[in-house]
């Protein structure tokens, strides 16, 4: 994301909080999309998909005024949002009712474990390369990945899924997610 | 579970939030203590934030935008309606093709592509092979969604397939779901004889159905996904070996049988 964007945002939000519904029309325009991209990806249905667009800004209006933009960027936090709101949807759909514990929401409450706005913010040439590092991975870390990220399955749940001692999933993740942080790396530099 | 080396390997798990109850308390309490694993839990966000965003981008329907923004239309409705119906179509035509590659789609994704591939070709927007390799990557796209739909399908059934006679070394898993389809993959299947191919069969009580044709590679692997009708119940599934282009109903060598569980 550009840092005008990321600039309008703070400003944005900052209006949101003070109830500017112009800006939160603002905020819509800019990350609609992608949030609506991700719930729908997850969900696979465009009705949930809509309610959990409608649920997520919603929860942005009411707590705009809690969003601290100097933790991440205002996208990241809606994205974060959409995330655990679909996952939670998609998990009780199947019937498992314990909610995800997103490290994003453990995050601010452990002193230094968000990262800096500044690493935060991933341009789109940087998720193309992550992208690209996804579709190369060896099937069973993608697979873990994408068991873990958009299926909401836990450790023991993606290794009875793909018949994997606990420990190898454990490692096949970490391994994964360091390519694609390096692949993000190579992104930064260019 | 004890060994600090252990539990210094579960930063993927816990940045991707697939840790629960017990063992994510203990590792929140190691990073409390662990310099090491703060740092790399802190650098994997920007990753996982990358996932967020590097799915297919699908464009929202107009009527939601007045369900999220409180008052519903005001002034930047009518500023932010997009200004060329056929401009924004091309535009989400053009991430549609970047995001290709990535391995996922939406049922409301297909019916989409379809409509702007029509619209593309109407508009000769594509050159042959660039044709071509779009197709062949949303193929690929396609037959990775399909499975790991059929992977998480609440509903999935595995059925493991013994080698046979000449096969005796082969073997085989059958990943079945009645809503998602069958994921199938072989191992140490021989090579095949000229002018023969290896057939999928779902065997159902009145008679087999046909799942496809195999092609392993050279260490005799394979693997295919196939949509089954859900209106089916399998007793059992069986590879044979059949004339190349395959047959209607089995007539060769079984290679692979096994026996779906009741
Ligand atoms: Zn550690």
């Not at chain 1, 809690?66 to 998990?91: F, K």
């Amino acid at each position: 994301m550009r840092t005008e964007d990321r600039d309008a945002d703070a400003r944005a939000i900052h209006k949101v909080a003070a109830g500017d519904q112009a800006a939160m029309a603002e905020l819509y325009d800019r990350h609609g999309r992608l949030v609506y991209s991700l719930a729908l990806r997850i969900l696979d249905d465009q009705a949930d998909a809509e309610d959990i667009v409608q649920e997520v800004f919603s929860q942005a209006w009411s707590q705009a005024g809690r969003h601290d933009v100097a933790r991440g960027s205002v996208g990241a936090w809606l994205l974060m949002m959409t995330r655990s709101r679909a996952i939670d949807r998609l998990r009780s759909r199947r019937g498992q009712v314990d909610p995800v514990p997103f490290a994003e929401g453990a995050a601010l409450q452990l002193a230094d474990l968000s990262p800096s706005q500044e690493a935060m913010a991933s341009t789109a040439e940087q998720v193309a390369r992550v992208r690209d590092a996804l579709s190369r991975l060896p099937l069973l870390q993608r697979l873990s990945v994408e068991l873990a990220f958009y299926e909401g399955l836990s450790h023991s749940e993606i290794a009875e899924r793909l018949e994997q001692p606990l420990g190898t999933v454990k490692t096949r993740i970490r391994l994964a997610l360091m390519k694609l942080r390096e692949a993000l790396g190579e992104g930064k530099m260019a | 579970m004890n060994d600090p080396d252990d539990l210094h390997e579960l930063t993927g798990l816990y940045a991707l939030g697939a840790l629960r109850g017990e063992e994510h308390a203990r590792f929140e309490a190691h990073l409390e203590v662990c310099e090491r694993c703060r740092a790399e839990v802190r650098s994997f966000s920007p990753v996982v934030e990358s996932l967020s965003r590097a799915g297919a981008v699908v464009e929202p329907p107009l009527a939601l935008r007045a369900r999220v923004v409180p008052g519903g239309g005001n002034r930047a409705v009518v500023r932010d309606l997009r200004p060329s119906p056929t401009l924004a179509w091309l535009a989400a035509a053009a991430s549609v093709v970047l995001t290709i590659g990535v391995g996922w789609y939406a049922a409301q994704l297909h019916a989409r592509i379809d409509d702007l591939e029509a619209r593309l070709a109407a508009a000769n927007f594509r050159a042959g092979a660039a044709e071509r390799q779009t197709a062949d990557a949303r193929q690929a796209a396609d037959r990775a969604q399909d499975m790991l739909g059929v992977l998480s399908a609440p509903d999935m059934a595995r059925v493991d397939l013994k080698g046979q006679g000449a096969a005796a070394a082969a073997a085989g898993r059958a990943f079945w779901s009645r809503s998602r389809g069958l994921v199938f993959t072989a191992t140490n299947l021989p090579a095949l004889p000229a002018g023969k191919v290896y057939q999928l069969w779902v065997v159902t009580p009145t008679a087999p159905v046909s799942a496809g044709l195999l092609h392993p590679d050279d260490q005799g692997r394979v693997t295919t996904v196939a949509q089954t009708d859900p209106a089916i119940s399998p007793v059992a599934m069986a590879v044979t070996l059949e004339p190349e282009g395959g047959v209607p109903s089995p007539t060769g060598d079984k290679y692979l049988i096994g026996m779906v569980a009741p």
